[in-house]
């Protein structure tokens, strides 16, 4: 899609509030998705939503090394979910569900890793959930992938192919009180799919 060519993203200015509710019913079932997977008292909260150029998204993402796990949406709005978050951060998120202390070695051994895609799992599907309620729709996704590496990597093996020059990003902050956790969630939905969803709901 290029730049110029909006004519199929018109969407009626009251709707623009399904953004706010999409992020808003995403994060608190991810939310309480954690709480009872890690035992950590666990809170999400949504900073801000932005519409933000793909190559401004590999730098906000940064070349640090990062562990993310994403998923494709085989349904409308298709397009992909990605959820970054720290090494220290995956470690003890991992260690919550597994009942363990968080050690502090490089590297993630298969528990540690499977923990994190189980986590990963929980957390996209708790987004989704999320939005197929607001948009009255179901959505289904690909199994989660871990990967470990550069950010802004991830982001363009995802994205860098697809014509759209801009995505979705939803800025957000999950809480857990005994463990500072911090995880940011970047969508890329499909976004002439994602309007003509939009268009379809009554307000």
């Given at each position: 899609?290029?730049?110029?060519d909006t004519?199929n993203l018109?969407?009626?200015?009251?709707k623009?509030?399904?953004?706010n509710?999409m992020?808003?019913e995403?994060?608190?079932?991810?939310?309480d998705?954690?709480?009872q997977?890690?035992?950590?008292?666990?809170e999400?909260?949504i900073?801000?939503?932005n519409?933000?150029?793909i190559?401004?998204?590999?730098?906000?993402v940064?070349?640090?090394k990062?562990?993310?796990?994403?998923?494709?949406l085989?349904?409308?709005?298709?397009?992909?979910?990605l959820?970054?978050?720290s090494?220290?951060?995956?470690?003890k998120?991992?260690a919550?569900m597994l009942?363990?202390?968080?050690?502090?070695s490089?590297?993630?051994?298969?528990?540690?890793?499977?923990?994190?895609?189980?986590?990963?799992n929980?957390m996209?599907?708790?987004?989704?959930d999320g939005?197929a309620?607001?948009?009255?729709t179901t959505?289904?996704i690909?199994?989660?992938?871990?990967?470990?590496?550069?950010?802004?990597?991830?982001?363009?093996?995802?994205?860098g192919?697809?014509?759209?020059?801009?995505?979705?990003v939803?800025?957000?902050?999950?809480?857990?009180?005994?463990?500072?956790?911090?995880v940011?969630?970047y969508t890329?939905?499909e976004?002439?799919e994602?309007?003509?969803?939009?268009?379809?709901i009554?307000?």
């Amino acid at each position: 899609m290029s730049r110029g060519d909006t004519r199929n993203l018109q969407v009626d200015i009251r709707k623009l509030n399904l953004f706010n509710q999409m992020a808003k019913e995403g994060a608190n079932t991810v939310a309480d998705h954690l709480t009872q997977m890690t035992g950590m008292e666990t809170e999400m909260e949504i900073t801000k939503i932005n519409f933000l150029d793909i190559e401004d998204i590999k730098t906000h993402v940064g070349h640090n090394k990062q562990v993310g796990t994403h998923i494709e949406l085989v349904e409308p709005p298709y397009g992909y979910i990605l959820f970054l978050f720290s090494a220290s951060s995956a470690k003890k998120l991992a260690a919550g569900m597994l009942g363990q202390e968080a050690d502090s070695s490089s590297g993630f051994s298969d528990m540690e890793r499977s923990a994190v895609q189980e986590i990963g799992n929980i957390m996209t599907s708790g987004f989704i959930d999320g939005w197929a309620n607001v948009l009255n729709t179901t959505i289904d996704i690909s199994t989660p992938k871990f990967t470990y590496g550069a950010g802004s990597k991830m982001v363009g093996n995802l994205v860098g192919s697809r014509p759209d020059e801009m995505a979705l990003v939803f800025d957000s902050r999950v809480h857990a009180r005994e463990a500072d956790v911090e995880v940011k969630v970047y969508t890329f939905p499909e976004l002439e799919e994602l309007v003509s969803l939009m268009q379809k709901i009554e307000i």
